[in-house]
Nanobody, 124 residues
Framework: QVQLVESGGGLVQAGGSLRLSCAAS????????MGWFRQAPGKDREFVTT????????YYADSVKGRFTISRDNARNMVYLHMNSLKPEDTAVYYC?????????????????WGQGTQVTVSS
């Protein structure tokens, strides 16, 4: 069982930056691929980025490529989402998720554990 708690959301102006953090409880954190997803008002939840258990493999949605960076610290059971050049369309609730595999995927169905989400609002 893995419990995930996100933090770091808030209100930022367009062009600004935020760093989201996700703290994971439980053992064998490095066995889990970790992903970030987001859900904007009135829209379905969508994939943002994911990293393999070791951090060696990383994938990004085209909409955030070049602006967002995922990283993880397996010694601290933490995963981060560094968001730069934020746009109003990045406004959403951001969720951290853990998959029962070291191989990262982009489908929500591959992720067994989810955090409660943290709100990110980008003003124009």
């Amino acid at each position: 069982q893995v419990q995930l708690v996100e933090s770091g959301g808030g209100l930022v102006q367009a062009g600004g930056s935020l760093r989201l953090s996700c703290a994971a409880s439980g053992r064998s954190f490095s066995f889990y691929a970790m992903g970030w997803f987001r859900q904007a008002p009135g829209k379905d939840r969508e994939f943002v980025t994911t990293t393999s258990g070791s951090g060696a493999y990383i994938y990004y949605a085209d909409s955030v490529k070049g602006r967002f960076t995922i990283s993880r610290d397996n010694a601290r059971n933490m995963v981060y989402l560094h968001m730069n050049s934020l746009k109003p369309e990045d406004t959403a609730v951001y969720y951290c998720a853990a998959a029962r595999t070291t191989v990262p995927g982009t489908s929500q169905s591959e992720y067994a554990y989810w955090g409660q989400g943290t709100q990110v609002t980008v003003s124009s």
